[in-house]
Each structure stands twice: as C-alpha cells, then as structure tokens.
C-alpha cells in the first residue's frame, strides 16, 4: 500500500473509530439516565408505602431493605458510567508531540512550534499512534459499560423478585383481613 492509499485508510478508520467513542458515551450516558432514574424511583416507592397497623412487622424493613439494595447497586453502576464518561488524556510516553492528540497540540506556545512538529512529525505514524490510543480507550470504555449493566440488571431483578413476592403476600394478607 502506497502512502497516499496508507494516509485515506488510517484518516477513514480514525473517523470510524471517534463515531465508536461517541456510541460508547451514549451508551453511558443512557446508563447514568438509568441508574438516576432507578435510584428516585426506589427512593420514592418505598417512601410512598403506607404502613397500616394490621401490616406484618416485617413489612417495612423489608420495603427499605429493597430500596437501599437498588439505590447501592444503582448508584455504583451510576459512578462506573459517569467515570468512564470523564475522558482520559494520556500522552502513553511519546516523547515527542503527536499532531492528532489534541493536549499535545495545546500545550505548544507559538505556531513556530506547531509549524516545526508539522515539518518533523510522521502523519502516518501519528494517525496509527491516535487510533490505537482511542481504541484502547473505547475497550474500557466498553468494559466498563458492561460492568455497570450488569450492576444494574443486579439492582433490578433480585430485589423485583423480592418486591412481587412481598407484593402477593400483602395482597393475600389484605383478602384474608377483608373476609374476616
């Protein structure tokens, strides 16, 4: 490959590989939506239950016990999101500067410097070093969005189980007390 065809590939892949960074905070993005979602809704759920006298003493502290569970587990997936969100801005030891890393670029001081980088800097190698650096930062960043899925279908279901169980017990409980 000539470095004409060499140069359009790596410029057509780095635009590929940033509309995948982009897909990757949205996913996260829609977690943190989510979790916060999740949170109040657990919050105000259990604070919304009444309590009766003719209630099991279990009731309540089974009804926070649930809420406490899926606002933890919620709040952690919603911290693993809003940390991968957070950008991370790594030379990775280049030594010298590299024209398509953007903090690089910012902290020259004077277009003399940036023009002497152009003249002495590899374009082909700087676009090589980028996508790979971006694409290192989208696996975590898709890892770290698996991981804090996971937390959240963790915070969901166990505790939905949980709640529709204490929900036909409450209901049978109710009929049992009308009949009465």
């Known amino acids: 490959m000539n470095n004409k065809d060499k140069l359009d590939y790596l410029r057509y892949m780095s635009g590929r590989i940033y509309d995948q960074v982009s897909f990757s ?11 916060t979602a999740l949170i109040a809704s657990a919050i105000g759920v259990a604070s919304s239950i009444e309590i009766t006298e003719k209630s099991p003493n279990w009731e309540l502290p089974l009804i926070w ?8 587990l919620a709040f952690i997936s919603l911290i693993i999101s809003i940390k991968a969100i957070i ?7 280049e030594t010298k500067p590299n024209l398509y890393f953007h903090k690089d670029v910012a902290e020259m001081d004077t277009s003399k ?3 002497a980088c152009i003249d002495e800097n ?3 190698e700087d676009i090589e070093n980028e996508n790979i650096a971006v694409a290192k930062i ?4 898709n890892a770290s969005c698996k991981r ?3 937390i959240m279908i963790d915070a969901i279901f166990p505790p ?21």
């Open 87 to 93: 950008p991370s801005m790594k030379n990775n030891g």
């Open 65 to 72: 016990f649930v809420a406490g569970w899926i606002t933890l």
């Open 25 to 35: 905070e949205a996913k996260h993005g829609l977690l943190v939506a989510a979790d």
């Open 160 to 180: 939905a189980i949980l709640f529709d169980f204490y929900l036909g017990i409450r209901s049978a409980a109710t009929k049992h007390h009308a009949k009465k």
């Open 138 to 141: 989208i696996k975590a960043k």
């Open 122 to 124: 590899n374009e082909i």
């Open 148 to 150: 804090s899925a996971l």
């Open 113 to 115: 410097t940036y023009d």
